[in-house]
């Protein structure tokens, strides 16, 4: 009973950073809501100067569920994936702060099973170890991909392979952005982090690995692990086009030699 009311309290803000979603982001926020009925949250959408009308979507979603709920935190310009990220954390007024994709590849329904089910299972020994990630993966029992080529899916799995031979960061999926932080951890993480493209998803983890963040495959977790891993399905998005290309590739294996030799 004890956890439950303080699970009451607790606040979620889910960042997500949008650059020509506006296919996307109604459904997404539509899901958000459907499945988290119970939760307090509030949706900070940092949009990159979408030529699409983006923004107008957005602005029609806050008449519709409020301003204080679904927040827009426009930029001028495609400025880069980590430093939206950052730019949305200071808006964040909850003590857990989740960052997900707005194409849905990231469903909703994997939210209640960051949220309400691990956090609250988890309170006590949060709140005496610190356990502060939760990170959905696509490569242990449960978790996988829907809707990738062959090329995309040894793509990234090789990107994970490699990373995970040379900096030894103790995850399973380094470059997947569905997670759950706590904020005063995220906070302090993220101020030591220099990339600002994809290869930002890399060095977060890394960071906090080396900072002393224990992680776990979920097989072996014990009650005091800081991080969890939780399995979800990784479905490619369902309207409009990957922003994922050649040069995001080069800059990942850049950024991967530049932890290699600063961490």
């Known amino acids: 009973m004890e956890e439950q009311q303080q699970q009451k309290k607790n606040k979620y803000s889910i960042i997500v950073p949008t650059y020509n979603e506006c296919l996307n982001i109604a459904l997404l926020v539509y899901l958000v809501y459907k499945h988290l009925p119970d939760v307090d949250f509030e949706m ?5 100067g979408s030529p699409d009308g983006t923004q107008d979507v957005v602005k029609k ?4 569920y409020g301003e204080d709920r679904i927040l827009l935190r426009a930029r001028p310009k495609k400025l880069g994936l980590g430093t939206a ?8 007024s909850g003590n857990f702060v989740v960052i997900m994709d707005a194409d849905l590849s990231h469903h909703p329904k994997y939210l209640p099973s960051f949220i309400n089910h691990v956090c609250l299972s988890l309170y006590r020994k949060q709140m005496e170890t610190g356990a502060s990630l939760i990170t959905g993966t696509r490569y242990v029992k449960g978790g996988g991909v829907h809707g990738w080529n062959l090329k995309r899916k040894l793509t990234s799995r090789g990107a994970n392979v490699l990373a995970q031979t040379l900096l030894w960061p103790g995850v399973s999926d380094l470059t997947g952005s569905f997670r759950l932080y706590k904020k005063s951890v995220l906070e302090d993480v993220i101020s030591t982090c220099v990339s600002k493209g994809y290869v930002f ?6 960071r906090a690995s080396r900072k002393g963040y224990h992680i776990e495959e979920p097989e072996l977790l014990t009650w005091v692990e800081v991080y969890l891993q939780v399995p979800i399905t990784f479905v490619d998005r369902v309207y409009g086009s990957s922003k994922l290309g050649g040069s995001e590739i ?10 290699l030799v600063s961490t």
């Open 61 to 64: 979603l806050q008449e519709v």
């Open 201 to 206: 998803q890399m060095e977060i983890i890394v």
């Open 44 to 48: 900070i959408i940092v949009d990159d």
């Open 250 to 259: 080069v800059e990942y294996l850049k950024g991967l030699v530049y932890l």
């Open 85 to 92: 990220y950052v730019h949305g954390l200071k808006h964040a």
